[in-house]
């Protein structure tokens, strides 16, 4: 005679077991799934990062191109207002100074006011200035090395040798060129922004006329 309560027993013991089994299927499972997340988030965060940073980077870096590229265009535009003045670098280079911040004025290598060649815009006789780390607003004629932001590296394009008169015959008014270089840093350092690159902008322009010959 079967023995009922034996039959609940294992009826109970085995609902048990398979609850068991199931919990642990459950349990499996979630496991498997938490793997694959931490796998897949371990390939997609690199990605991600990368494309952050980059934005940032690249972000920065055509922050600095605009900014040097402003910088050329109103330097030759008050290198064409000024061209015979006695003062005309120092204008400039005020001009310059007015436009960036002392971050940016920090990175430039130089400003090289030049005379271009008519037709090529090829660059000739150049003046060259460096930043001395003093106030960059701060430039006159004649050159006070003590206050000055500003210093010579050599000066062959003389306001006194610019053409502003025109002429019924050549030579044609001069052709003014500014050109400005300077240093910029990658932020982060992350692969592939490291170390620094060079900006060149140059912005070329003809003299305004002052009399007529």
């Known amino acids: 005679m079967v023995d009922e309560g034996s039959v609940v027993k294992r009826m109970r013991a085995e609902s048990e077991l398979g609850k068991s089994t199931g919990r642990i299927r459950r349990l499996a499972k979630r496991d498997r799934s938490r793997g694959s997340t931490i796998v897949e988030a371990a390939i997609v965060l690199p990605v991600i990062l990368l494309?952050?940073?980059?934005?940032?980077?690249?972000?920065?870096?055509?922050?600095?191109?605009?900014?040097?590229?402003?910088?050329?265009?109103?330097?030759?535009?008050?290198?064409?207002?000024?061209?015979?003045?006695?003062?005309?670098?120092?204008?400039?280079?005020?001009?310059?100074?007015?436009?960036?911040?002392?971050?940016?004025?920090?990175?430039?290598?130089?400003?090289?006011?030049?005379?271009?060649?008519?037709?090529?815009?090829?660059?000739?006789?150049?003046?060259?200035?460096?930043?001395?780390?003093?106030?960059?607003?701060?430039?006159?004629?004649?050159?006070?090395?003590?206050?000055?932001?500003?210093?010579?590296?050599?000066?062959?394009?003389?306001?006194?040798?610019?053409?502003?008169?025109?002429?019924?015959?050549?030579?044609p008014l001069d052709i003014i060129g500014v050109r400005i270089t300077t240093n910029h840093d990658w932020i982060t350092g992350f692969p592939p922004f490291r170390g620094s690159f060079t900006i060149n902008e140059t912005t070329i322009t003809r003299v305004e006329p002052e009399a007529f010959g």
């Open 51 to 171: 494309v952050v940073l980059g934005t940032v980077e690249i972000g920065m870096a055509f922050k600095d191109f605009l900014t040097v590229g402003a910088m050329s265009r109103d330097g030759a535009r008050i290198a064409a207002l000024s061209a015979r003045d006695d003062a005309s670098d120092c204008a400039v280079l005020k001009g310059i100074a007015s436009l960036g911040t002392q971050g940016d004025i920090d990175k430039i290598i130089d400003v090289q006011i030049y005379k271009a060649a008519e037709g090529s815009g090829t660059q000739g006789v150049t003046n060259y200035w460096t930043y001395t780390g003093l106030d960059p607003t701060e430039c006159h004629t004649p050159l006070n090395p003590v206050i000055d932001g500003w210093a010579p590296g050599g000066l062959s394009y003389l306001p006194s040798t610019r053409n502003t008169t025109i002429y019924t015959t050549p030579p």
